[in-house]
């Protein structure tokens, strides 16, 4: 255990376990309020997965989007989640989600010095369902320079270890081989990061500034109760914290527990991107006190590839995105044909390849198979590889077709008949079989330069062909234990535990099962963090800056946001 930063004491107002977006959301906005605050991290690294996450949150009716003129209301949004949630999503949630998105926004703007990328153009990611909308419910962080803000604390934070770009300029640029490179590694020599990074050391700046106590090396074990209350945290080393006004648990997920995961999860997780210590110690720890669980069949699904990156010391999968998404590639199964829209979003296209009671854990889909060829290759490279250099592992090359259909065993003619109807329509810019292309969504991560008619579609001409697995994967685990909307931690009976609040992977979801856009994980995960921290701090949980007020006392008539009961 290690302080690196602030007051080390045993005593504080408020003790936060865990250091990702809704564990320091929920300790800054307790530290803007003046309570003492302390956050504990089990590694040596601060951020969670936060910190290597893409760094975006989903909000719903924000104020950048109506100052820009586009059109949105909650009333549409809870209309598209409910549909994308399967109708699992709990109501005070998804009420305290979206009545406190924007006034955690605005909170961490105004009193956090926050900095976010609008995206207007950033689709919804189910635009077949009513309520979605094609721009201006996401935001991102800005580049920040992380070596002036936070001096030798940037060494805690950790790094996803890319360059410093963000998701915009991904989407803008397209395929790796059109980053421009030496920008990047200018930007990094400077010291500014991008994406979750970002996010994490902009929270983490206005704690400093807050002489807020940061802890690394600090495990939570177990929950201190005085008469009911939980009033502290024992850490697994033995020392304890003690918390004046409640303690907040944000530890992450527990899918790096496989024990908890395959008992829990309603699928086989066979890899993960998130940092190995998510292995459920916040979900045991208000198990031991009596919570309720809740939600915890369901993870952030995501298609991954199996490409030999680590995290800590263990093996990470890789999320494909452009690399099935952009024109001359597409997906088969374990017979050779196509089996979905490989445009979708990642987390209903890693539906279709989740198995678990079927032979060999297999299904229809699985193992299954990203396919291309030498021109796409050339034009875009696939992940870190380019075309020239030896053929890494993770992909299997041949010269034809039918040799690689023979290599990935799947059925060669399925295979050349797949191909060859493919091509037939992507010329032309079409895909009959699943509507590839159609949505906004599709055509948002295609290529704008594609020769071909749709920026989603292209053949596959020319070999050598490759192929590269994919397996089912997650960001993370997205249940566990139950909270009301203010983030009060709910006992088996559906009473409020005093004193033990909770937010982030650690607990049930907003949006259940559903997925509704970009930055749907940290959305709802930043705004019950923020509510957790006004809960405790005894502030409601509307939030007017002082812009705001001046205006009023001006006679401006500025208003404050409404939402569910404090």
Sequence with gaps: MKFINGRPTDTYDVVVVGSGAGALTAAATAARAGKSVVVLEKTELLGGTSAVSGGMLWVADNHHAREAGLSDSKEAAAKYIRAVARGRSREELLDAALNYGDTMLRFTEDECGVRFIFLD??????????????????????????????????????????????????ENWGAFTKFPWQELNERQEQGLVAKGQALVAMLLASLVRDDAALVVGARGHRLLNDGGRVVGVQLESGETFHANDGVVLATGGFEWDKSLADSLLASRLYIMCSPPSNTGDGLKMAQRVGAQTRGTREAWWAPMSITGDTRDGQPVGTLLRFERQGPGSLMVNRHGRRFANESQNYNDLARCLQSWDSP??????????????????????????????????????????????????????????????????????LDPDFGRGESAYDKYWGDDDCPWPNPSLGPLQTGPFYAMEVVNGAFGSNGGVATDGLARVLDVDGQALPGLFAAGNTTENAYAAGYPGAGATLGPIMTMGYLAGRTIAGQPAEYVSEEHVSAELAGVGATTESGAGT
Excluded: C, W
Excluded at 125 to 141: A, C, F, I
Excluded at 377 to 391: F, S
Excluded at 397 to 422: C, H, M, W, Y
């Design 121 to 170: 153009n950033f689709p919804d990611y189910r635009q077949d369902l009513p309520g979605s909308v094609e721009g201006g419910r996401t935001v991102e962080p800005e580049l920040y320079n992380i070596r002036e803000s936070l001096g030798e604390l940037a060494v805690h934070v950790r790094s996803d270890g890319r360059a410093p770009f963000t998701m915009q300029e991904y």
């Design 360 to 429: 060999n854990n297999q299904t229809l889909n699985t193992p299954a198979h990203v396919v291309f060829d030498h021109s796409y290759l050339e034009r875009y490279g696939v992940l870190a590889h380019r075309a020239g250099q030896p053929t890494p592992d993770y992909l299997v090359e041949a010269p034809t077709l039918a040799e690689l259909a023979a290599k990935i065993g799947v059925s060669a003619d399925n295979l050349q008949a797949t191909v060859e109807r493919f091509n037939e329509y992507a010329v032309k810019g």
